[in-house]
Antibody
Framework: QVQLQESGPGLVRPSETLSLTCSVSGGSITNDYWSWLRQPPGKGLEWIAYVFHTGTTNYNPSLKSRVTISIDTSKKEFSLNMISVTAADTAVYYC?????????WGQGTLVTVSS | QSALTQPASVSGSPGQSITISCTGTSSDIGAFDYVSWYQQHPGKVPRLILYDVSNRPSGVSTRFSGSKSGNTASLTISGLQAEDEADYYCNSYTSSTTSYVFGAGTKVTVL
């Protein structure tokens, strides 16, 4: 059973960079798509980006200018970097397997943007 | 503003059937069978309950079913149970931005 676990700081200052990593266990990271999604407190889900094991990526156009997703298959990890964060980026960030539909999710990590 | 439109809330009594609609456009739901649905209980991780419009992942109850007509996808929950009380989100691929969009979610209340 594939398991995912997010890690990264829970507090980020405005204008700084948010960096998160997702560790994959219990299965292979190859031949699959891997995504980041987020959910602001009390609000709905938003897809951020996906990466394929080859490094192919796709981004939510509303976030594309600020976001980079990458994968390290040797470490069975994929990562998210988001620059120039504001309070509007405060959310629970989830990593998940898939692109278009997401069948395995991490537990989520709350990232608060505040000074 | 979400690209997909869902009713804010739907309610039903135990044992009844309810349907949640998810309306998009000819660039997303109307063009592709890439619609998925998620159930999320308060404070919990979203759970995939349908993909590609009507396919259920292993372990998901047959009480959940999906369909699509034109630009609108639907999730039907049959034999409503107390445990079905949750938020439900639809998701679709959209060719307008070659990305994926969610609905704002529907809160299901079991009366």
């Amino acid at each position: 059973q594939v398991q995912l676990q997010e890690s990264g700081p829970g507090l980020v200052r405005p204008s700084e960079t948010l960096s998160l990593t997702c560790s994959v266990s219990g299965g292979s990271i190859t031949n699959d798509y891997w995504s980041w999604l987020r959910q602001p407190p009390g609000k709905g889900l938003e897809w951020i980006a996906y990466v394929f094991h080859t490094g192919t990526t796709n981004y939510n156009p509303s976030l594309k200018s600020r976001v980079t997703i990458s994968i390290d298959t040797s470490k069975k990890e994929f990562s998210l970097n988001m620059i120039s964060v504001t309070a509007a980026d405060t959310a629970v960030y989830y990593c998940a397997r898939g692109a278009g539909w997401y069948d395995h999710w991490g537990q989520g990590t709350l990232v608060t943007v505040s000074s | 503003q979400s690209a997909l439109t869902q009713p804010a809330s739907v309610s039903g009594s135990p044992g009844q059937s309810i349907t949640i609609s998810c309306t998009g456009t000819s660039s997303d739901i109307g063009a592709f069978d890439y619609v998925s649905w998620y159930q999320q209980h308060p404070g919990k991780v979203p759970r995939l309950i349908l993909y590609d419009v009507s396919n259920r992942p292993s372990g998901v109850s047959t009480r959940f079913s999906g369909s699509k007509s034109g630009n609108t996808a639907s999730l039907t929950i049959s034999g409503l149970q107390a445990e079905d009380e949750a938020d439900y989100y639809c998701n679709s691929y959209t060719s307008s931005t070659t990305s994926y969009v969610f609905g704002a979610g529907t809160k299901v209340t079991v009366l």
